[in-house]
């Protein structure tokens, strides 16, 4: 992962938001052979017992869970929308051309858990893709007993104890301010990711550049 300091995200409730809004991650870990193996499930995020764990479930006996069985340590890759960046947008265009994106790698150790658990976890993952609302028919606590026995014999819930935390949002931060707002403009023309990004960008314009240099403050950025 890219260790530059103004790469990183900080701010624990941007990043707790930011896992909240792609809980779709990758779950990797290696065997005991040391092969390397991962799954995309959705991973959410908590406080419990005054320490950050992460919750989800996988399906049962396969080369993942045998996998966490024999070596507890994981890695959880949570990533966003990403975008390509022209150098042609750089105030100095005879620059390479890069790639915007956000993501969270957490390092942590993993365990699973009992039936009740698994519960929770099913109730936990289908509210929120739900939009909370319990009268979906397809909450957990909606669909029909027969069927939720079947398909929890398949599956299990598991817990990550979060070890670390290390981020990237690329932002272009490391561009000078006539660079930065044109990239969000050239951004805005194109796709939704591209205009995700552009949004993300904005957001943060002040407490990258401070508001002297702000577009909408001082329209003569040099």
Known sequence: MYDLPYHKEEDEQEIKDFINQYPFAFLTGCDVQNK????????????????KILRGHIMKNTDHHRAFLKNENVLVVFTGKSTYVSGTWYSN?????????MSV???????FLDDEALEEVLRLTSLHFEN??????TVYDNIPDKFKQRVMNAIVAFEIEVLEIDTVFKLSQDRDAKSYQNIIEQLKLGNHDGQVIAAEMEKRFKKVFGAENNPIINENIA
């Not at 265009?93 to 994106?101: F, V």
């Not at 790698?105 to 365990?111: A, E, F």
């Not at 909370?132 to 028919?137: F, H």
């Open 36 to 51: 390397p193996i991962a799954t995309q499930v959705p991973v959410f995020i908590e406080e419990k017992n005054g320490k």
């Open 132 to 137: 909370n609302d319990k009268s979906s028919t």
């Open 105 to 111: 790698h957490i390092k942590g150790l993993i365990r």
């Open 93 to 101: 265009p005879y620059i390479p051309s890069t790639w915007n994106y």
